[in-house]
């Protein structure tokens, strides 16, 4: 892809990542503009939540650069807490504050680390809440909701801090199957609403229809970078064939 002048919203450049002697990343380049929706598809074992978590340096590289919205990211300190609020991240566990109401939980950034005023972030939450269908839970506490509720409200959290980019690392899988198009709609309304987001799912209808790029990896490479249609009508690779050809005949 060409460079625009404008700086993509996550720049990767030959990033390496090893687990002891595991390559799990493998010279990763990857320019995803402000906007797009990149969803990352591949078997288990491919690379693809620790690509993820190295976009805010939950995991962090051995080598190679990663920059947000035009800025490197930084290893520690001040400057990456800067870094990780402006990066939204919603994993399979919602980790949830259990002793803090579902309102509570998504005031609690903002009034901490973006030093909003109480009662405007209490209107902020109570806004997100609504967007994510759950205003009327605003007073229980996370045992008393769905997973589904729960995953909504991490995703309200997340959102709560403003952010410039959102990742996803397996949202619905630990959810029960008839809770999984809940949090995919409210996923699919981020997408349309223009938010860049990076998404690790299994969930090939969501690829489908959401994203604007699929990313297939194996063995710690990106081996395709596609559009959805293109992707799952005409894989290149005997990997992505193969990868179809087991999930796609259940």
Request: hydrophobic share 45%; charged share 25%.
């Amino acid at each position: 892809m060409e460079k625009t002048s404008t700086p993509s919203m996550i720049s990767m450049a030959n990033v390496n990542k090893y687990f002891g002697s595991l390559h799990v990343l493998q010279n990763i380049d990857l320019e995803i503009p402000r906007g797009q929706v990149v969803i990352v598809l591949g078997p288990s074992g491919s690379g693809k939540s620790t690509l993820c978590r190295t976009i805010n340096r939950l995991e962090p590289i051995d080598s190679g650069r990663i920059e947000v919205d035009g800025k490197v990211l930084p290893a520690e300190g001040k400057a990456l807490a800067a870094l990780r609020a402006d990066v939204g991240m919603v994993f399979q566990s919602f980790n949830l504050f259990a002793h803090k109401t579902i309102l509570d939980n998504v005031m609690l950034a903002p009034l901490k680390v973006r030093k909003k005023k109480k009662d405007e972030a209490k209107k902020d939450a109570l806004a997100l809440l609504e967007r994510v269908g759950i205003a009327n839970q605003a007073e229980k506490y996370p045992a008393q909701l769905s997973g589904g509720q729960q995953q909504r409200v991490a995703i309200a959290r997340a959102l709560a801090m403003n952010p410039k980019v959102m990742l996803f690392d397996e949202p619905t899988s630990a959810l029960d199957p008839e809770m999984v198009q809940e949090v995919l709609d409210v996923m699919t309304s981020l997408a349309k609403d223009g938010m860049t987001m990076l998404v690790v799912t299994h969930e090939m209808g969501f690829a489908r229809k959401a994203g604007d790029r699929v990313l297939f990896m194996a063995d710690g490479q990106i081996v395709e970078d596609t559009d959805p249609n293109t992707f799952f009508t005409a894989p290149k690779s005997d990997r992505a064939k193969d990868f179809l050809g087991k999930i796609l005949s259940h």
